[in-house]
Structure formats: structure tokens, C-alpha cells
């Protein structure tokens, strides 16, 4: 039987810094990671990471920035804590080897972001995500942990009202092996892939997020999707805000720079929601280029300046467009990106769940509310992974014994299988495509009662096609078609989770517009969305948001 103190669910930046965390404060910790390490998405993370350092910038900007970029519905406490903790923690990652750009005078090079009061995020070229990853993994390296690599999260035990370790699918054997754990961190990262259009890498479906819910945990603010506004038009790959924080532009199909209709003081510097809703009007009102997309534009900037900050973008655009953005424009198209939602957590990473703590993009602590500001989740990766390693080494020093045995496996085991012996039905695959579908044509930027409710009636046809779906590879070595059944299950979970908050939530809000309610509602609405799993479909109830000083105002740019 497999035995740890703590066990973290994912090896991307919040799940290494987090077992940093609880080995530095003593624990036998265990990684647990369906990919090796340095392929987790963080790894694709492009521009940058934000903190208030040198003298011109304040932590109080930064501070009012996330608030307001929240709209208001980010915790203040948290994101004050938030704040204050990113100049020693991106020093700390330059100190375990990270290379970061530097200006002409050898201090940390930072570029603008939209919604900031100050270029304040701080990059390695357009590959910040990679270099961040390779330092932590590289310092993590030094430490003593246990690594179960290409291993599947399926399910948590909880068990006397604690959460007391893990079922974990083993690729390589197409075992399913329980893992005894005092605590148990999620950091499973995104669940973009509920949507076909989306930045996120293929791995991403949210799984920690899902097998929580499962398992008893609260899911916060699922309702608020992030669309990044920039991605090329086909494969919906990422073009970093930085393009624009190195001054790109956007321009309509009849040449317009129509930023200025919507964010006349920033431009293309307001937040994310705000420009990816102005390109969706532009288009919807017939300002798109022919095809329905607008111009990201590069060109005045230079070829020296584009081929050294923006390389990767350049190598993007070339392979997988065509473009060159040296020469000519970049055709772009929101797509989703980011999940504001997720395991809802306190400061210190903890659940609702004693034993259970999560961190990263899977949590949801809450410092983005609404709408996340570019360049602060990366950042939200290091500071609430540290924390929730910290809190989860600490509840483990005192845990009793876990009691679980072996047979926990086989139980999890039998009730998979039944999907590989199943003579006739679905594939995963077709469910999740005519998911991702969905989400994009019904769950997508500007959303309605009607468009919401019909989606949801459809959510549930899926998921009584997923009843009968059948895995037709019936072999134990590396079965992806497995995987992918699980994968589809918890999709369908959480896209579920995303309707039912969206129809309930009725107001705009951040990443979260309604147009059959088109105004911040602050006294019905300024609190947060918690779903709790239920066979029928999540139940809904709500908590408030956390205050200390910045009023709530009408959001500008
Ligand atoms: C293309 C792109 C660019 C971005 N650029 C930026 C940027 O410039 N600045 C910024 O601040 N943010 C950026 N973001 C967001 C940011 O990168 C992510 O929110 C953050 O890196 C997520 O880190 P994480 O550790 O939570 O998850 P990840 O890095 O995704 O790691 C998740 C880990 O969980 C594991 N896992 C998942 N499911 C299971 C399972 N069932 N069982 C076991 N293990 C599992 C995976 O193997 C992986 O190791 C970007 C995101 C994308 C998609």
C-alpha cells in the first residue's frame, strides 16, 4: 500500500511549488502527474508574470488593478495578500535560476498588460510559462519526493468527513492503485477543453476540479470563462497580450483602430473581457474582414523588436497561419482561455473538505472574481501553491492515520471497467466534441436566458449518452480511449457547473455578459457562485465577497 503525507495531484507550477513547500516544512510528500512535469500547460504560458517592483510601481496599484480587473467580485483580503507576496516570490524564482528579459540597465524587464496601472509584468521573452517551469523543476529536483508519473487522478476518499488519499490510474499498467495521503493538494489545472476553441492544451479538462466536486468539494464562480481576445484564427493558438503590451494593435475590416469606441484612455490595453467583446461586436455588426475575424498588427514595431521580445509568436504565426507578422497582419478571433472558477479555497489553499487543499488555476481562491488580469496567474500559481503546501504539510502533521485499504482500488476499478465491457455504445470522443461544440455556439462571450437554458437541456442529453459510453480499446498498457472516457465524464461535470451558474447569475459581471441583463447588478449579484454536486445537477448557493478598502465603482478603461 502506498503511504505519503501529502500528496499533490499535478506537477505544473502551482503542484511543484506547493511539494516544494510541504517537503520544506518536513513532510513525505508525493507528485502525482498524468503528464511528465515540464509538459504542463504552464509551460505554454507566453507573456509574463505581474509584480509591483522598483520604485515607480506600488503594490497598491497592483492591488486596486486585480480589484477593479475583478470587478469587484475578486476577494480583497486575498488579493491584498496576493499583491504583496509577488516581488519576494519572483526575486525567489530568479534565485532559483529563472532568466528572465532584463532592460539596458540589467534590472528585470516588465512590459505592459491590459488592465494595469503600470508596466508591471515581468517576462522571459515570450516563453516566460517554460522558464519559470524549468527553474522550479530543476530546484524541486534537489528535494526528496516520490514522483508517480503518467498517472491519472480518478477519484478521491473521503472518508469520516476527511480526505484521506487518492485513486490514482496507472497508464503504464492500466491499474487503478489507491494511495493513502493525510493531505491531498489539487493542482490539476485548467478545464479549458470543455471548449473546442480554446488556448489550452489538449491535456486540459479539468479533472481535479471534477473528482473534488465529486468528492464533496464547493466549486466557485464556475459561470466566469475567460476569452483571451487574441488567438489565430484556425487552430485558436495564443497570441500573447504582450503582442499588444509591445504596442500591436487591432484594426476592424475597414481599417479602423476601433478600440477607441470602447476603451478610448487604454486602447488595446483595457482587460481581457472588455477587448474580446469589442472584437465580437466589431464582427457581429459587420466590421469583421470577410471570414469574420479583425488585425492584430505588429508591423510598425519592427522586425528587430518582433523577433527578439515576441520569437515564439513569430514561429506561431509563420508555421501555423502562414503570416508574418514582420510584414504583415496577424487574423485573430477570441477563444476561451482561462477559468476564473474552480475548488474554491481560502488564503491558505483549504477546502470545504479537512485534508483536501487546492491551488492554481484548478482553485478558486478568489483574487481574479470576475475577469483575471493577464500575467496574474502565473504568478497565482507560485504564491497559493506555496500556501496551500504549507497548510496542507502543517494539517498533516497532525492527521491521523488514513484507512484505506487496498480494496478502495478495486472498487474504483470495477466501476470503470463497466465502460470497457460494454459490448455496444459511445465513443468518449464524439461526446466530447459535441460538447466542446456546444460550449463554443451557447456558453460562449455574450450569453442569454433562452441560449443558456436550451444549452443546458442539451448538457443533459449528453450526459445520458455518457451513461452508456463504451471504451472499445480494451488494452491495460497505455489506454488512451480509457482516459479519454474519464476525461469526457469530467468535462460534462463542470460544463454543467458553468450553465447552471451562468442562468442563475442574472447581471454582467466581468467575463460573465448577459444581454438580457446587461448591468453589474452590486446589491443582488456582488457575492460568489458556490456549486455543491448533486446527482441532478449542482445546487447552488452563494457566499460573499470579502472586503477591506476599494469601493466598488463603475469599471472604465
Ligand atoms: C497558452 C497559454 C498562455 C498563458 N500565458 C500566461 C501568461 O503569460 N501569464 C499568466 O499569468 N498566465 C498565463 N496563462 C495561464 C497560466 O499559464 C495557467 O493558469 C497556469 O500556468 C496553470 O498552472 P497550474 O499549475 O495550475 O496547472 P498546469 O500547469 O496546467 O498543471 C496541471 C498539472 O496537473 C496534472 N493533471 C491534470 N489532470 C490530472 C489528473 N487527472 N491526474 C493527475 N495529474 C493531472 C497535469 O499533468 C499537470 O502536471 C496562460 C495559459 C495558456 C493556456
Not at 468528492?215 to 484564427?233: I, Y
Not at 503582442?243 to 470602447?262: D, P, Q, T, V, W
Request: net charge neutral; proline share 4%.
Amino acid at each position: 500500500m502506498r503511504r505519503h503525507d501529502v500528496v499533490v495531484v499535478g506537477a505544473g507550477l502551482a503542484g511543484q511549488r506547493a511539494a516544494l513547500a510541504a517537503v520544506g516544512a518536513g513532510a513525505d510528500v508525493a507528485i502525482v502527474s498524468k503528464l511528465h512535469p515540464l509538459r504542463s500547460h504552464s509551460g505554454a504560458a507566453q507573456g509574463g508574470i505581474n509584480a509591483a517592483v522598483g520604485a515607480e510601481d506600488s503594490v497598491d496599484t497592483h492591488i486596486y488593478d486585480t480589484v477593479k480587473g475583478s470587478d469587484y467580485l475578486g476577494d480583497q483580503d486575498a488579493i491584498e495578500f496576493f499583491c504583496r507576496e509577488a516581488g519576494p516570490t519572483v526575486v525567489e524564482m530568479e534565485h532559483f535560476g529563472t532568466i528572465f528579459s532584463r532592460g539596458d540597465d540589467g534590472s528585470l524587464a516588465r512590459r505592459p498588460f491590459g488592465g494595469a496601472g503600470f508596466p508591471r509584468t515581468i517576462y522571459a521573452a515570450d516563453r516566460t510559462g517554460l522558464a519559470l517551469l524549468q527553474a522550479l523543476y530543476e530546484r524541486l529536483g534537489t528535494e526528496p519526493f516520490t514522483l508517480y508519473e503518467e498517472w491519472d487522478l480518478t477519484s478521491l476518499i473521503v472518508r469520516d468527513e476527511r480526505c484521506q488519499g487518492i485513486v490514482g490510474f496507472d497508464r503504464r499498467t492500466g491499474s487503478f492503485e489507491p494511495i493513502a495521503a493525510k493531505a491531498v493538494v489539487i493542482a490539476t489545472g485548467p478545464a479549458g477543453r470543455i471548449y473546442g476553441r480554446t488556448t489550452n492544451a489538449h491535456t486540459c479538462t479539468g479533472d481535479g476540479i471534477a473528482a473534488a466536486y465529486r468528492a464533496g468539494a464547493f466549486l466557485k464562480d464556475m459561470e466566469f470563462v475567460q476569452f483571451h481576445p487574441t488567438a489565430l484564427l484556425e487552430s485558436a493558438i495564443l497570441i500573447t497580450e504582450g503582442a499588444r503590451g509591445e504596442g500591436g494593435i487591432l484594426k476592424n475590416g475597414k481599417g479602423e483602430r476601433f478600440m477607441s469606441r470602447y476603451a478610448p484612455h487604454v486602447l488595446e490595453l483595457a482587460s481581457r473581457d472588455v477587448v474580446s467583446r469589442a472584437i465580437w461586436t466589431e464582427v457581429k455588426e459587420g466590421r469583421g474582414f470577410p471570414g469574420d475575424f479583425v488585425h492584430l498588427e505588429l508591423m510598425h514595431l519592427g522586425r528587430e523588436r518582433i523577433e527578439s521580445r515576441l520569437e515564439e509568436i513569430c514561429d506561431f504565426s509563420r508555421k501555423f497561419a502562414g503570416i508574418d507578422p514582420v510584414v504583415e497582419p496577424i487574423p485573430v478571433m477570441p477563444a476561451q482561455h482561462y477559468m476564473m472558477g474552480g475548488v474554491g479555497t481560502n488564503i491558505q489553499g483549504a477546502t470545504n473538505i479537512p485534508g483536501l487543499f487546492a491551488a492554481g488555476e484548478a482553485a478558486c481562491v478568489s483574487i481574479h472574481g470576475a475577469n483575471r488580469l493577464g500575467g496574474n496567474s502565473l504568478l497565482e500559481t507560485l504564491v497559493f501553491g506555496k500556501q496551500a503546501g504549507i497548510a496542507a504539510a502543517a494539517y498533516a502533521r497532525t492527521a491521523a492515520d488514513p484507512s484505506i485499504v487496498v480494496a478502495d482500488g478495486k472498487a474504483e476499478a470495477a466501476r470503470i471497467e463497466t465502460m470497457v465491457r460494454r459490448p455496444d455504445g459511445e465513443d468518449p470522443a464524439t461526446i466530447r466534441v459535441d460538447l466542446q461544440r456546444l460550449m463554443d455556439a451557447q456558453v460562449g462571450i455574450y450569453r442569454d436566458f433562452a441560449t443558456l437554458a436550451d444549452a443546458l437541456a442539451k448538457l443533459k442529453a449528453l450526459k445520458a449518452r455518457y451513461a452508456k459510453v463504451r471504451v472499445r480499446d480494451g488494452s491495460k498498457a497505455f489506454n488512451l480511449n480509457l482516459v479519454e472516457a474519464l476525461e469526457a465524464g469530467n468535462m460534462l461535470d463542470l460544463a454543467e457547473t458553468i450553465i447552471v451558474g451562468a442562468i442563475a447569475r442574472t447581471e454582467s459581471r466581468g467575463a460573465h455578459a448577459r444581454t438580457d441583463h446587461p448591468k453589474r447588478d452590486d446589491a443582488g449579484w456582488m457575492r460568489h457562485t458556490l456549486a455543491a454536486y448533486a446527482r441532478d445537477g449542482p445546487k447552488l448557493s452563494y457566499a460573499p465577497v470579502a472586503y477591506t478598502r476599494w469601493e466598488p465603482k463603475e469599471r472604465v478603461y
